[in-house]
């Protein structure tokens, strides 16, 4: 009933047919909210108070979390979530709507073909990966020729192995200065983060840190600026690359 009173006064028929409840069920609750000074009665219509409108303040954060977190207990209940700064993890709400997409075998190591497509469409693409699959390199070529602000971050192994195996190609990124390449030198306890004008893609660890193809797939305008935020508490602590040379 709070929830429905969020946006203002609501008449007790409509009340009645949004709450899917008889006047019986519905009048002895409303008079407790009442006596507990939430909501306020005005003729046929109830509304919330001051103290309703702080109640209900405090719980929409607790409401979304739920949301974000019921249909996908086990996997948020069995992942390792240390890589979310303490301030971001207590915003998880924001992340709603958020699916879990598990690709099929075949395409167990593939990246996501929605992050993929809408990237080409995007005004940026950001990410920091542990593990980088060629696909992952490609889409940052192809940005070369679009005027795209692309960031890639990448764990201290990983660029060790950049640099024996995919030299001559970020060399070029480097060089042509399409994308900025960051280090970053603590630990990475995530396979990989990417995010662009539509959608974020996350790949968990595991508790045990084992990898899983299942991908986390956010959207919605709160979701990518908690992405973003995510994304910059990890390049303002990573290093810029300016050379391939050891």
Known sequence: ???????????????????????????????????????????????????????????LPAIGTVNVLEENVDYWGSHDLDFIPEYLLKRLDELDPCNIVEPDISNIFELNEEFIETSKKSEYVNSFVSFLHPDHLQIFLDL?????????????????????????????????????????????DLVSFSINDHC????????????????????????????????EYYRKRSVPVTSFEK
């Open 1 to 59: 009933m709070l929830l429905m009173l969020k946006d203002g006064p609501v008449e007790i028929t409509s009340l009645l047919c949004g709450l899917n409840t008889s006047r019986q069920a519905l009048l002895p609750q409303a008079k407790v909210l009442e006596e507990t000074h939430l909501v306020s009665k005005n003729g046929q219509s109830y509304e919330l108070t001051s103290i309703g409108e702080l109640i209900l303040d405090r719980m």
């Open 200 to 231: 974020s893609v996350m790949r968990l660890l595991t508790k045990s840190h084992e990898y899983d193809s299942k991908q986390l797939v956010c959207k919605g305008q709160k979701a990518l600026e908690w992405g973003q935020e995510l994304f």
């Open 144 to 188: 070369m020729d679009r005027d795209v602000d692309a960031s890639l971050i990448v764990s201290e192994n990983l660029f060790e192995k950049l640099r024996e195996e995919y030299n001559d190609d970020f060399r070029e990124l480097i060089l042509t200065k399409s994308v900025k390449l960051f280090l970053y030198k603590d630990k990475m």
